[in-house]
């Protein structure tokens, strides 16, 4: 028998080589206009632009060492990388357990036509593993290997199609598109001021590297002095406030331009495609037959815009990300998330899990919180009675003075009284739990209120939990275990003599060994024996 000819081995393209050239060649720009125009150029000036210049220079040289060591190819059951200089290193990865194909391009890989694919198990647990990265490989051979490891062959769709924003296969449903009116989601938040200090930092140095004194400017432009320290404050806060504010919004508009959400039908099922970006592309695409579930997360503080994130509940898809891959929307109205979570999980949008009300949890929930707000109020103004009155040593970097802590400073404590008792009524009214059709639905959080609606048959495993507290107020916790997502999903607090029988609703069997043969309305509430004990199921 004539053996198979052996699949050769596949290089990155070299235009990565270079389009790195051309960048460390521009990275070495602002350091020789620094030279040029400073009169006395100092090195505390010039080592931002020069840290630009060598990180550039190092960037490329590393890009062309890689392109020369590395090597790839697809088989019929693996996908074969080989790379390393010093170290050598191959890795293997079995097709069946891709979990996401994305594709990213920053602009100097659009310019030269370059994509960086990247292929996904999506670990959880390790954060941001990805499985193998290929930087780069042309356009067209970045939509070939997509279309290969997603469908299984690369003849079943058509190669040569542009990879990134707006690539909508025939028949693809659209879910979504960027609206942006979203806009205003997205900027207002404490990292307008993270993003306005990096700004403001940015351009001191590299103001002082060109030699412009750019906090003598901001000090002749009024008289601070006489303005007073308050309304000194108050310019500074909006002026920072609305830099950040800009700074965010041009953020925005760069990574979610273009920005859609659609199901395209591929020969072995379906995938879920994001694709986004201005400057820099990015698409991931996640196979539909692994999803369990939708989640969505409103933040508190800005709970009265109806502001909401949206992220899908997977098996194999990496959370812990600056760019998780579960996130299907930018952050939007919740009324927008609701819809697209109904389309995502293929229900009506009268059936949806998000739109029927939920059990509301009992009051002796309600007690318990209040009772957790007054104990946090007593240990905050114990603390402040304590250190009120007395005098207190400052450190010597910060300046070694002496400070006295005023005798009236536990009436703070006393202040926040309203508010925590606040927090706890808006933490009870969080909750929720309830079975929509072939879905568990659980909600809770006060800082982000989390709705899920995950797969009833994505339930793999009842961990019930009582502490001392809940028993004495007959309330327990249900922790449905999955194999997807965050990997538990709680009602919390929910009434002790009802959670088996939920239990047993939303996964019938599941508790047997437990309940045994009992009918549902007349399973008992969990004793402290029972609560200690983990039922899973097999196989």
């Known amino acids: 028998m004539t053996p198979a000819p052996e699949i050769p081995w596949r290089r990155l393209d070299a235009r990565i080589i270079w389009v790195d050239v051309l960048y460390a060649l521009l990275s070495l720009i602002p350091a020789g206009l620094a030279l040029l125009v400073a009169d006395e150029p100092r090195a505390g000036t010039l080592l931002p632009v020069l840290a630009v210049a060598v990180g550039g220079v190092l960037g490329a040289a590393r890009?062309?060492?890689?392109?020369?060591?590395?090597?790839?190819?697809?088989?019929?059951?693996?996908?074969?990388?080989?790379?390393?200089?010093?170290?050598?290193?191959?890795?293997?990865?079995?097709?069946?357990?891709?979990?996401?194909?994305?594709?990213?391009?920053?602009?100097?890989?659009?310019?030269?036509?370059?994509?960086?694919?990247?292929?996904?198990?999506?670990?959880?647990?390790?954060?941001?593993?990805?499985?193998?990265?290929?930087?780069?490989?042309?356009?067209?051979?970045?939509?070939?290997?997509?279309?290969?490891?997603?469908?299984?062959?690369?003849?079943?769709?058509?190669v040569g199609a542009e990879v990134g924003v707006g690539d909508e296969s025939p028949g693809a449903q659209v879910f979504a598109r960027i609206r942006?009116?979203?806009?205003?989601?997205?900027?207002?938040?404490?990292?307008?001021?993270?993003?306005?200090?990096?700004?403001?930092?940015?351009g001191y140095w590299l103001a002082r590297s060109f030699g412009f004194d750019a906090a003598g400017f901001v000090a002749g432009l009024l008289d601070w002095r006489a303005l007073g320290p308050w309304r000194t404050g108050v310019i500074a806060f909006v002026g920072v406030g609305t830099l950040g504010v800009l700074g965010m919004a041009v953020a925005f508009v760069a990574e979610n331009w273009a920005f859609r959400l659609v199901r395209v039908d591929t020969p072995t099922g379906a995938v879920l495609r994001t694709?986004?970006?201005?400057?820099?592309?990015?698409?991931?695409?996640?196979?539909?037959?692994?999803?369990?579930?939708?989640?969505?997360?409103?933040?508190?503080?800005?709970?009265?815009?109806?502001?909401?994130?949206?992220?899908?509940?997977?098996?194999?898809?990496?959370?812990?990300?600056?760019?998780?891959?579960?996130?299907?929307?930018?952050?939007?109205?919740?009324?927008?998330?609701?819809?697209?979570?109904?389309?995502?999980?293929?229900?009506?949008?009268?059936?949806s899990p998000f739109a029927v009300p939920l059990r509301r949890h009992p009051p002796a929930a309600l007690r318990r919180r209040l009772g957790w707000a007054v104990l946090f109020t007593l240990a905050v103004t114990g603390l402040l009675a304590w250190l009120g009155g007395d005098v207190r040593a400052v450190p010597a970097w910060l300046g070694g003075d002496v400070l006295r802590v005023p005798g009236w400073l536990w009436l703070v404590g006393v202040g926040l009284l309203p508010v925590a008792l606040g927090a706890a009524v808006v933490a009870w009214r969080a909750l929720g739990h309830g079975i929509v059709g072939d879905h568990l639905v659980v909600r809770s959080g006060l800082v982000s209120r989390s709705t899920v609606a995950l797969s009833r048959p994505a339930v793999i495993g009842w961990r019930l939990r009582q502490s001392l507290p809940q028993r004495r107020l007959g309330l327990a916790t249900l922790v449905a275990t999955t194999a997807a997502g965050h990997g538990r999903y709680a009602a919390v607090d929910v009434p002790a003599r009802s959670v088996v029988g939920f239990a047993e609703q939303v996964v019938p069997g599941l508790l047997a060994p437990l309940v045994g043969n009992a009918p549902v309305d007349q399973l008992p509430g969990p004793d402290a024996s029972t609560l200690e004990e983990t039922c899973h199921r097999v196989g």
Request: proline share 4%.
């Open 63 to 158: 890009d062309a060492l890689r392109w020369v060591k590395t090597r790839y190819r697809l088989s019929g059951e693996l996908v074969e990388l080989r790379t390393g200089l010093l170290v050598r290193q191959y890795r293997t990865l079995r097709r069946e357990r891709i979990r996401t194909v994305s594709t990213t391009a920053r602009l100097r890989h659009r310019l030269a036509g370059l994509r960086v694919l990247t292929v996904g198990v999506g670990q959880p647990g390790a954060a941001g593993y990805e499985a193998l990265q290929l930087d780069a490989v042309t356009r067209t051979v970045a939509e070939e290997l997509r279309r290969e490891l997603l469908a299984g062959s690369p003849q079943a769709a058509p």
């Open 180 to 202: 942006w009116s979203w806009l205003c989601y997205n900027v207002f938040s404490v990292w307008a001021l993270v993003t306005a200090a990096g700004l403001l930092w940015g």
């Open 275 to 351: 694709s986004q970006g201005l400057f820099r592309t990015r698409e991931v695409n996640r196979d539909v037959g692994r999803l369990r579930g939708v989640e969505i997360s409103e933040p508190l503080l800005w709970r009265w815009m109806g502001m909401a994130d949206t992220n899908v509940i997977s098996t194999g898809l990496t959370i812990w990300s600056m760019t998780p891959a579960t996130t299907i929307l930018p952050r939007g109205p919740v009324g927008v998330a609701r819809r697209v979570a109904a389309r995502v999980l293929d229900l009506d949008a009268g059936a």
